[in-house]
Protein backbone atom coordinates (compact mmCIF):
# COMPACT_ATOMS: atom_id res chain seq x y z
CA UNK A 1 0.00 0.00 0.00
CA UNK A 2 1.26 3.70 -0.94
CA UNK A 3 -0.51 5.18 1.61
CA UNK A 4 -2.37 9.00 1.49
CA UNK A 5 -0.25 10.35 -1.47
CA UNK A 6 -0.08 14.43 -2.00
CA UNK A 7 0.73 16.05 -5.40
CA UNK A 8 2.87 18.25 -5.90
CA UNK A 9 5.76 18.48 -2.81
CA UNK A 10 5.76 21.68 -3.33
CA UNK A 11 4.35 24.48 -5.28
CA UNK A 12 4.71 28.30 -6.05
CA UNK A 13 2.33 30.57 -7.15
CA UNK A 14 1.20 34.30 -7.93
CA UNK A 15 -1.38 36.09 -6.21
CA UNK A 16 -5.08 35.00 -7.98
CA UNK A 17 -3.81 32.05 -9.36
CA UNK A 18 -5.70 28.39 -9.02
CA UNK A 19 -4.42 25.44 -8.34
CA UNK A 20 -5.47 22.28 -7.03
CA UNK A 21 -3.72 19.94 -4.69
CA UNK A 22 -3.98 16.33 -5.14
CA UNK A 23 -4.69 13.76 -2.33
CA UNK A 24 -5.45 9.98 -2.87
CA UNK A 25 -5.26 7.05 -0.84
CA UNK A 26 -5.30 3.27 -1.02
CA UNK A 27 -6.53 2.04 2.01
CA UNK A 28 -10.16 2.27 1.22
CA UNK A 29 -10.85 4.78 3.91
CA UNK A 30 -13.83 6.32 4.07
CA UNK A 31 -12.91 9.39 6.03
CA UNK A 32 -10.11 11.95 4.23
CA UNK A 33 -9.78 15.61 5.45
CA UNK A 34 -7.05 18.75 4.76
CA UNK A 35 -5.45 20.38 7.00
CA UNK A 36 -2.87 23.32 7.12
CA UNK A 37 -0.11 24.11 9.35
CA UNK A 38 1.61 27.51 10.11
CA UNK A 39 4.26 27.98 12.61
CA UNK A 40 2.99 28.02 15.90
CA UNK A 41 -0.63 27.81 15.13
CA UNK A 42 -0.68 23.61 14.95
CA UNK A 43 -3.01 21.26 12.56
CA UNK A 44 -6.28 23.48 10.87
CA UNK A 45 -8.71 21.48 9.68
CA UNK A 46 -10.10 22.98 6.44
CA UNK A 47 -12.45 20.52 5.16
CA UNK A 48 -13.17 16.55 5.39
CA UNK A 49 -15.56 14.33 4.04
CA UNK A 50 -17.20 11.11 5.33
CA UNK A 51 -17.71 9.41 1.86
CA UNK A 52 -18.01 9.78 -2.00
CA UNK A 53 -19.98 12.64 -2.10
CA UNK A 54 -20.37 14.10 1.27
CA UNK A 55 -17.84 17.22 2.35
CA UNK A 56 -18.26 19.64 4.58
CA UNK A 57 -16.22 22.61 6.06
CA UNK A 58 -13.59 22.38 9.07
CA UNK A 59 -12.15 25.76 10.99
CA UNK A 60 -10.70 27.48 8.18
CA UNK A 61 -12.43 26.71 4.61
CA UNK A 62 -12.60 30.23 3.43
CA UNK A 63 -11.13 30.43 0.11
CA UNK A 64 -10.56 26.29 -0.93
CA UNK A 65 -12.92 24.06 -2.45
CA UNK A 66 -12.93 20.16 -1.99
CA UNK A 67 -15.36 17.24 -3.88
CA UNK A 68 -15.03 13.60 -3.29
CA UNK A 69 -16.23 11.99 -6.30
CA UNK A 70 -14.63 8.52 -5.55
CA UNK A 71 -13.44 6.84 -2.11
CA UNK A 72 -10.17 7.34 -3.49
CA UNK A 73 -9.02 10.60 -3.99
CA UNK A 74 -10.24 14.29 -2.04
CA UNK A 75 -8.52 17.07 -4.46
CA UNK A 76 -7.98 20.56 -2.40
CA UNK A 77 -8.81 23.71 -4.80
CA UNK A 78 -7.31 27.16 -4.00
CA UNK A 79 -9.94 29.17 -6.06
CA UNK A 80 -7.44 32.53 -6.41
CA UNK A 81 -4.57 32.35 -4.31
CA UNK A 82 -3.67 34.75 -1.66
CA UNK A 83 -0.59 35.51 0.64
CA UNK A 84 -2.24 34.36 3.05
CA UNK A 85 -2.87 30.44 1.94
CA UNK A 86 0.87 29.98 2.35
CA UNK A 87 0.99 26.82 4.28
CA UNK A 88 2.12 23.52 4.19
CA UNK A 89 -1.25 21.34 3.40
CA UNK A 90 -1.42 17.90 4.68
CA UNK A 91 -4.49 15.48 3.73
CA UNK A 92 -5.18 12.77 6.03
CA UNK A 93 -7.28 9.86 6.05
CA UNK A 94 -9.04 6.91 8.67
CA UNK A 95 -11.34 4.15 8.29
CA UNK A 96 -13.49 5.68 10.56
CA UNK A 97 -14.23 9.86 11.01
CA UNK A 98 -12.85 9.57 14.51
CA UNK A 99 -9.71 8.12 13.54
CA UNK A 100 -10.62 6.17 17.28
CA UNK A 101 -9.61 3.57 17.42
CA UNK A 102 -8.51 3.64 13.45
CA UNK A 103 -5.67 5.85 12.51
CA UNK A 104 -5.63 9.38 11.00
CA UNK A 105 -3.25 8.49 8.69
CA UNK A 106 -1.31 11.86 6.70
CA UNK A 107 0.45 12.22 3.61
CA UNK A 108 3.36 13.97 3.04
CA UNK A 109 2.41 17.21 2.74
CA UNK A 110 2.31 19.51 -0.07
CA UNK A 111 4.29 23.28 0.85
CA UNK A 112 2.76 26.20 -1.26
CA UNK A 113 4.59 29.52 -1.60
CA UNK A 114 1.92 32.39 -2.78
CA UNK A 115 3.74 35.50 -3.96
CA UNK B 1 -14.76 24.71 24.66
CA UNK B 2 -13.25 23.21 21.02
CA UNK B 3 -9.66 23.92 21.96
CA UNK B 4 -6.83 21.70 22.88
CA UNK B 5 -4.12 24.45 24.96
CA UNK B 6 -0.75 22.89 24.82
CA UNK B 7 2.81 23.82 26.45
CA UNK B 8 4.94 23.83 26.15
CA UNK B 9 6.18 25.76 22.91
CA UNK B 10 9.52 24.36 22.74
CA UNK B 11 11.01 22.22 25.15
CA UNK B 12 15.36 21.18 25.41
CA UNK B 13 16.10 18.08 26.81
CA UNK B 14 19.32 16.27 27.68
CA UNK B 15 20.18 12.77 26.36
CA UNK B 16 18.71 10.57 28.69
CA UNK B 17 16.67 12.93 30.07
CA UNK B 18 12.56 12.82 30.80
CA UNK B 19 10.63 15.42 28.60
CA UNK B 20 7.01 16.35 29.22
CA UNK B 21 4.49 18.16 27.05
CA UNK B 22 0.90 18.75 28.60
CA UNK B 23 -2.06 18.97 27.07
CA UNK B 24 -5.64 20.40 28.44
CA UNK B 25 -8.77 20.77 27.18
CA UNK B 26 -12.36 21.96 28.15
CA UNK B 27 -14.68 19.97 26.31
CA UNK B 28 -15.65 17.19 28.41
CA UNK B 29 -17.69 15.09 25.71
CA UNK B 30 -13.91 14.20 24.26
CA UNK B 31 -13.15 10.75 24.57
CA UNK B 32 -10.33 10.26 22.46
CA UNK B 33 -6.98 11.97 22.97
CA UNK B 34 -4.34 10.75 20.70
CA UNK B 35 -0.53 12.45 20.33
CA UNK B 36 0.84 12.76 17.03
CA UNK B 37 4.84 12.51 16.17
CA UNK B 38 5.96 14.93 13.50
CA UNK B 39 9.88 14.66 11.35
CA UNK B 40 11.11 17.59 10.12
CA UNK B 41 9.71 17.39 6.29
CA UNK B 42 7.10 14.62 7.48
CA UNK B 43 3.37 14.17 7.90
CA UNK B 44 2.04 13.42 11.51
CA UNK B 45 1.67 9.98 12.72
CA UNK B 46 -0.16 8.75 15.96
CA UNK B 47 2.31 7.86 18.57
CA UNK B 48 0.41 6.87 21.70
CA UNK B 49 -3.46 7.62 22.55
CA UNK B 50 -5.87 7.18 25.34
CA UNK B 51 -9.11 6.66 26.19
CA UNK B 52 -10.69 8.23 29.74
CA UNK B 53 -11.47 5.24 31.24
CA UNK B 54 -7.76 4.90 32.11
CA UNK B 55 -5.25 6.86 33.59
CA UNK B 56 -2.55 5.94 32.22
CA UNK B 57 -1.01 4.30 29.14
CA UNK B 58 2.38 3.08 28.43
CA UNK B 59 4.28 2.64 25.17
CA UNK B 60 8.00 1.40 25.73
CA UNK B 61 9.30 4.91 26.45
CA UNK B 62 6.32 6.77 25.90
CA UNK B 63 3.39 7.26 28.33
CA UNK B 64 0.34 9.10 28.48
CA UNK B 65 -1.39 10.04 31.83
CA UNK B 66 -4.63 11.00 32.32
CA UNK B 67 -6.42 13.65 34.96
CA UNK B 68 -9.83 13.47 33.78
CA UNK B 69 -11.23 15.76 37.02
CA UNK B 70 -8.51 18.48 35.80
CA UNK B 71 -8.99 17.95 32.02
CA UNK B 72 -5.33 17.74 31.39
CA UNK B 73 -2.96 14.82 29.91
CA UNK B 74 0.52 14.60 29.49
CA UNK B 75 3.13 12.78 26.98
CA UNK B 76 5.77 11.38 29.30
CA UNK B 77 9.19 10.12 27.15
CA UNK B 78 11.32 8.56 29.18
CA UNK B 79 15.82 8.31 28.45
CA UNK B 80 15.29 10.67 25.98
CA UNK B 81 16.78 10.12 23.02
CA UNK B 82 18.30 12.91 20.31
CA UNK B 83 16.34 10.61 17.58
CA UNK B 84 12.69 11.62 19.60
CA UNK B 85 13.96 15.27 18.22
CA UNK B 86 10.43 16.09 16.39
CA UNK B 87 7.03 18.15 17.00
CA UNK B 88 4.19 16.46 19.22
CA UNK B 89 1.31 17.97 19.09
CA UNK B 90 -1.53 16.37 21.34
CA UNK B 91 -5.19 16.18 19.97
CA UNK B 92 -8.66 15.42 21.54
CA UNK B 93 -11.61 14.50 19.61
CA UNK B 94 -15.62 12.98 20.98
CA UNK B 95 -18.33 11.23 18.77
CA UNK B 96 -21.08 13.17 18.39
CA UNK B 97 -25.04 11.84 18.74
CA UNK B 98 -24.94 8.92 15.81
CA UNK B 99 -21.70 8.10 15.78
CA UNK B 100 -20.95 10.79 13.18
CA UNK B 101 -18.04 13.31 13.00
CA UNK B 102 -15.30 13.15 15.45
CA UNK B 103 -12.98 15.44 13.46
CA UNK B 104 -9.65 15.63 15.68
CA UNK B 105 -8.90 18.77 17.65
CA UNK B 106 -4.93 19.55 17.57
CA UNK B 107 -3.10 21.39 20.40
CA UNK B 108 -0.29 24.10 18.44
CA UNK B 109 2.63 21.57 19.02
CA UNK B 110 5.59 21.16 21.15
CA UNK B 111 8.85 21.10 19.55
CA UNK B 112 11.51 18.91 21.17
CA UNK B 113 14.87 18.92 20.79
CA UNK B 114 17.02 16.46 22.61
CA UNK B 115 20.44 16.90 23.28
CA UNK B 116 23.22 14.62 23.02
Known amino acids: NAGVTQTPKFQVLKTGQSMTLQCAQDMNHEYMSWYRQDPGMGLRLIHY???????DQGEVPNGYNVSRSTTEDFPLRLLSAAPSQTSVYFC??????????????FGPGTRLLVL | QQQVKQSPQSLIVQKGGISIINCAYE??????FPWYQQFPGKGPALLIAIRPDVSEKKEGRFTISFNKSAKQFSLHIMDSQPGDSATYFC???????????????FGKGTKLSVKP
Open chain 2, 27 to 32: NTAFDY
Open chain 1, 49 to 55: SVGAGIT
Open chain 1, 92 to 105: ASSYSPSGAPETQY
Open chain 2, 91 to 105: AATYREYGGSQGNLI
